[in-house]
């Protein structure tokens, strides 16, 4: 079935169906869907069919998203459309796209309309706007998620495959959970926000929704770069996706660290979750999270609610009338923060992200609730700002943190209320926590949205490098799940297998190096044996500056492998040897080190 973008476009490529067909029938959906709070402006659907057969005469295989009907949160530009960020006193009509709905069109999607969200995206509730509330469409008296509620409630009840919205707190991710989809908030700066309306314009993201892991990161791949318009933007090398490495270790919090608000449904399905990553063999440590919870609640304090302030106080202190009133409440507390509360809470930021990049540093992803509760349309009615404060316990911390998130479904339920966990990393590891995802959402087996249809198999990954790729074989702590794994995917590295050396190698603990390293050293035939290495796919532009970063006496060399292949991997010098343990018995650097810490 052509649900998904990534099905879409192949079916648009082998002429099967055409773009002109899927755009008539997201808007035959959204007639037959009938909730006029999803979009808050709608396009002709005239002019999109035009624009869709034009797009049938260009070359299918240049555009990566050939096709494919897109709506966009209406706090970012889309030319055609106002922006109004759900106050109609607000709204503008921008003279062009934001740049990431501009490069959104270059590959070939078709903007369908916009969609509505908590006024000026201020909010996780989804429930503040004068355009009324979106429909959950798996229960309608559960709240949607906000602020990018319309995003989310399109792309669960299938009316388009992609949705942009954004996230400062929490918004690309929280619409998600509720709505059984993924929701890819990137790392800081790696999508432009140039024409998105700003909340926290040192914290916004523009996030993605979709029905999987693969038609996000798609889509990330395609909006990703740096712009000079966004003094926030910066250059970012994303890599591909690629499947699991072995030893995966995903943090989850300790003890008193995991909240859910009295929600016993969310309890019970987290543990789902826990027991889901360890059925897939992933290592899971609990770890301390009490840092990330103390940074979450800086999020509305001090200088992050001046900048809200800063973003749209003259137009709410000029139209008060106009303004939801708990939205003109939240952003108004920022009006009096003074400049020594700003750098108070800066210091004390900066204090807690050194503290909590130390606590993440030996797993490779933490997973928390994407929601530790879920709540009804009338219970945020009568509790509205504690309730949004709980919903946001895992995700506020996000983006002052500087690491990059995607949430995914995991289960339902009892009630048939969709739960979902978020796994987060240090920024620039946005490509392995899509991997990660994909590998996660797959193994649940859940249906795509509310659509009631399963996933279709993962797609096979291409295990050889590409052209702009060169193959790696690490043997140390480069491995996954070691400690500078994390090097290798800030890079943009993608695992490719797992194997070992001809049995022509010697391993050595080096002497006087902390942290101890490996030396791997290749020896005359008949006198070593097979040494467990993992081989990895480096961006060439990339692969310079982390041979130029590689200590001595290590080096990087040709390794021969079983089958007579030839990788460059990391060598020692000879004379280095001297006088080091020879472990290669062991067999390999994480069965030694494992020894060394049972011992210890």
């Known amino acids: 079935m052509t649900e998904t973008a990534a099905s879409i476009v192949e079916a648009h490529r082998r002429g099967t169906t055409n773009p002109e067909e899927t755009v ?23 002019d999109a069919l035009a624009e869709a057969r034009a797009l049938a005469k260009r070359d299918a295989a240049s555009l990566p998203l050939f096709g494919v009907p897109v709506a966009i949160k209406d ?22 796209d934001a740049t990431a709905v501009a490069r959104l069109r270059a590959a070939g999607a078709i903007v369908i309309g916009k969609t509505n969200l908590d006024q000026f995206a201020t909010g996780l509730v989804g429930v503040r706007s004068p355009y009324g509330v979106p429909r959950n469409p798996f229960n309608a008296a559960l709240i949607p998620g906000g602020s990018s509620s319309g995003s989310a409630v399109a792309v669960s009840a299938g009316l388009v495959p992609l949705a942009l919205g954004t996230d400062t707190a929490g918004s690309g991710r929280v ?7 993924v929701g890819l908030k990137p790392s800081l700066g790696l999508v432009s926000t140039t024409g998105v309306v700003p909340a926290c314009r040192s914290l916004d993201c523009v996030s993605v929704f979709a029905l999987t892991a693969d038609d996000a ?100 202190a000029q139209h008060p009338d106009d303004i939801h009133p708990v939205t003109k409440k939240i952003i108004s507390s920022g009006r009096d923060s003074s400049a020594a509360d700003a750098f108070k809470a800066f210091y004390q930021l900066a204090a807690y992200r050194k503290i909590a990049l130390a606590a993440i540093a030996g797993i490779d992803a933490l997973m928390v609730p994407t929601t530790p509760a879920a709540y009804t ?25 500087d690491l990059c998130g995607l949430a995914v479904p995991v289960t339902f339920a009892a009630d048939g209320t969709p739960f979902g966990a978020t796994f987060v990393a240090p920024a620039g590891q946005d490509a392995f ?32 490098t590409g052209a702009d790729e060169i193959a790696i074989a ?16 800030s890079l943009g590295a993608r695992f490719l297998e797992r194997t070992a050396t001809a049995p022509d190698y010697k391993l050595f603990a080096l002497d006087g190096t902390r942290p101890p390293k490996p030396g791997l050293l290749r020896v005359e035939k008949g006198k070593g044996g097979e040494i467990e290495i993992e081989i990895w796919a480096l961006p060439a532009d990339a692969f310079g500056r982390f041979v130029a970063a590689i200590p001595a006496p290590l080096g990087i060399g040709t390794l021969t492998l079983p089958d007579g292949r030839g990788v460059k991997g990391f060598l020692v010098e000879a004379e280095a040897v001297n006088g080091a343990r020879d472990i290669s018995h062991f067999g390999g650097w994480r069965a030694y080190m494992a020894e060394q810490k049972a011992s210890a």
């Open 217 to 316: 990161y798609r889509a990330l791949t395609v909006m990703a770069a740096a712009d000079e318009a966004d003094p926030y933007s910066r250059a970012i090398r994303l890599g591909g996706l690629s499947e699991l490495p072995p030893a995966l270790k995903v943090g989850i919090p300790l003890g008193d660290g995991l909240k859910f608000f009295g929600d016993k449904r969310s309890e019970t399905a987290f543990q789902s979750a826990v027991k889901l990553l360890q059925g897939m063999g992933i290592g899971v440590v609990e770890i301390d999270v009490t840092v990330f919870l103390q940074t979450a609640r800086l999020l509305y304090e001090g200088p992050w609610a001046a900048e809200r302030w800063a973003a749209v106080g003259d137009f709410i």
């Open 75 to 96: 706090n970012i530009d889309a030319a055609g459309f106002p922006t109004t960020a759900a106050c109609p006193a607000f709204s503008y009509q921008p003279e062009a």
């Open 175 to 181: 619409p998600a959970g509720l709505n059984n989809i």
């Open 474 to 489: 690490v043997v140390g702590a480069h491995l996954s799940g070691m400690p500078l794994n994390s090097e290798l995917r």
């Open 377 to 401: 349309v009338a219970e945020l009615a009568a509790e509205p700002v504690q309730l949004n404060s709980n919903l946001g316990a895992y995700t506020n911390c996000v983006n002052l943190l």
């Open 24 to 46: 008539a029938r997201s808007f035959a959906r959204i007639r037959a869907h009938d909730d006029p709070a999803i979009f808050i402006s709608l396009r002709d659907e005239a």
């Open 433 to 464: 926590l899509a991997s990660l995802g994909r590998a996660t959402h797959a193994a649940t087996g859940l249906p795509l949205g509310a659509l009631n249809i399963k996933p279709a198999t993962l797609a096979k990954l291409p295990p050889a």
